[in-house]
């Protein structure tokens, strides 16, 4: 009698409309329990390389810029520090200032985005809402600094395109206070509520050696003790003229993922405040106005909210680059998913593969496939559905110690 | 000060080292022999305690270029490893069994570039589709689309 295979796939992916970048991932399952995982990108692959060749060094922030919807500062970020470094340029003081203040702002908005992601595969919609209501006011900001919600188009070799104006600083102070309570509410819901703890603790674990075999990045290094941190240990733009630190965590499970963020988000907060003070005093121009790259090659990065964007230029002396290559953190970071997820249940991949907060994309048409019979039996709905009521079953569980949280 | 890290390697590499350039305190690119590259990459990693970044894949006149990108997170430098690869027909021993996060850029410079991975664990299309046509390099300067229609990149 041949053996029988008991082995399932659950395909997730090529394209969920939550998360802006498709990927594809197999699980393939034995009952409940994940036994391997296949990951495939390249569904969104658009040659930005090949085009960046193409354009001249004014154009290639916006290009880049275009690279990811979310974290939309962290590619020209890294890019004018790459084409900086070619000709080892330096920019005003206020400038840095500028680009830091954005590059921090961002990463509020782009955690509090994931944070809302988290709430929602795990059933915890009101989370989902309010990440999202306190989301807003700092896209408020941005549209009041920028002009825009997203897609900033702040950068450009050798400075920043718009200055920050003295009367809007109050308001964005304002809105930077505003910020704190909410994130310490986070953080104390997450520290107390039972439930999060039962479905976090111990999930989806990544260890220290993982991390440092595959190079992860960001806070999914960072929730494993890793404390690596660009801005702190490359020093750029304003980042070694204000104080803050670098937040680690030391059991690399999902629910320390959470906590890292949600308190990185408080030290952004900080950063953000010291550089709107730092604004009202240095006033040196926001653009050095470079007019020729050199030949030579340039290497930039910026620590983006999901970890290290890497940007290399190759310049012959001509107005285009002759060689851009980008490296995003989720290419180091889906990866260890590989680690992550294998040997956990079914109903914890859906937040063990959103906890890297992945450019990521699992799908609406997730299916379960019987490989036998080639039947469909579980689509992303029941598997969000199967997450979310473990979620509840936990709730009923916990319910007295619940009360005491959530008042 | 830096210098430690680079003659460091010179004492255990010698000629394999071929050149040094300090472009800036914070970056250095040295040039080495290919055949050793593996070997010392892997000393960037477990000895110096690098960390593997990614490597960048060019297509050059002289030839096909590999930069490997390792940071020294703690001294606030990156270390760049160049090796020049013959241009009809580029191939390099691969790294990713002693480097695991090398695995995926590998996979990726092969397909986009065209240069031969050695021994590479699971040698495979990343980006492109599996129907690929083979001998077909989007990142090579001379690539042509066989799928037909104009892909102008220049504007």
């Keep these: ?407 | 000060m830096a210098d430690e890290v680079v003659e460091g390697l010179k004492t255990k590499f010698g000629d394999a080292i071929k050149d040094v350039y300090e472009k800036s305190r914070r970056r250095t690119y040295i040039t080495v022999d290919a055949a050793r590259l593996p070997d010392i990459a892997e000393y960037c990693y477990k000895d110096l305690g690098c960390r593997f970044q990614i490597c960048t894949g060019m297509h050059l006149e002289h030839g096909f270029e590999i930069l490997y990108h390792f940071a020294m997170d703690r001294a606030d430098r990156i270390i760049n490893l160049r090796v020049i690869l013959d241009l009809e027909k580029p191939s390099i021993e691969s790294i990713a069994r002693r480097v695991p996060a090398a695995e995926w850029i590998e996979r990726e410079m092969w397909e986009l570039l065209g240069i031969e991975f050695r021994n590479h664990p699971d040698m495979r299309h990343l980006l492109l589709t599996d129907d690929w046509l083979e001998g077909n390099y989007p990142l090579r300067r001379d690539w042509k689309d066989w799928r037909g229609g104009e892909h102008d990149t220049s504007e």
Aim: aromatic share 10%; net charge negative; glycine share 8%.
């Design chain 1, 1 to 407: 009698m041949t053996p029988v295979n008991r082995t399932q796939i659950i395909p997730i992916g090529p394209y969920h409309p939550l998360q802006e970048e498709p990927e594809f991932f197999k699980l393939h399952v034995e009952g409940e329990k994940v036994v391997k995982l296949e990951i495939e990108i390249g569904y969104n692959h658009r040659g930005i390389e090949k085009l960046a060749e193409g354009l001249t060094y004014d154009q290639v922030p916006f290009l880049v810029e275009r690279v990811c919807g979310i974290c939309s500062t962290s590619h020209p970020f890294a890019c004018v520090n790459a084409i900086e470094d070619v000709g080892g340029f330096d920019i005003p003081e206020r400038a840095k200032y500028i680009r830091t203040f954005i590059g921090e702002l961002e990463r509020i908005h782009s955690h509090l985005l994931w944070l809302g992601l988290a709430g929602h595969f795990l059933g915890y919609n009101t989370v989902w809402m309010w990440a999202w209501k306190y989301r807003e006011p700092v896209l408020d900001c941005f549209e009041l600094i920028t002009g825009n919600r997203n897609h900033y188009a702040m950068f450009k070799p050798g400075g920043v395109r718009r200055d920050i104006e003295d009367e809007d600083i109050p308001t964005a102070m304002r809105i930077l206070d505003g910020l704190e309570r909410p994130l310490l509410m986070f953080a104390k819901i997450a520290m107390a509520d039972p439930v999060l703890q039962a479905r976090l603790k111990n999930v989806g674990v990544l260890s220290y050696q993982d991390c440092v075999e595959l190079g992860a990045l960001g806070p999914t290094s960072r929730a494993s003790g890793v404390p690596w941190d660009v801005r702190k240990d490359h020093p750029y733009a304003a980042y070694d003229k204000v104080e803050w630190d670098v937040v680690t965590t030391e059991n690399g499970d999902v629910f320390d993922k959470v906590i890292v963020r949600v308190l990185e988000m408080l030290e952004s907060v900080k950063i953000c405040k010291q550089c709107l003070e730092k604004l009202r005093e240095v006033k040196d121009g926001i653009d050095a106005n470079y007019k020729e790259i050199p030949p030579g090659e340039g290497i930039g990065h910026h620590e983006a909210p999901r970890g290290e964007v890497f940007h290399y230029v190759r310049s012959d002396g001509s107005n285009r680059p002759v060689r851009y290559k980008i490296r995003a953190p989720s290419f180091m970071n889906v990866p260890t998913n590989n680690r992550a997820v294998v040997g956990y249940t079914v109903s914890d991949a859906t937040i063990t593969l959103a906890a890297i907060d992945p450019c990521y994309c699992c799908t609406e048409r997730t299916i379960v496939v019987d490989v036998d019979t080639g039947k469909q039996l579980m689509g992303w709905k029941e598997l969000l559905r199967l997450s979310q009521e473990k979620t509840r079953k936990l709730m009923e569980k916990y319910k007295s110690r619940m009360d005491r949280v959530w008042i």
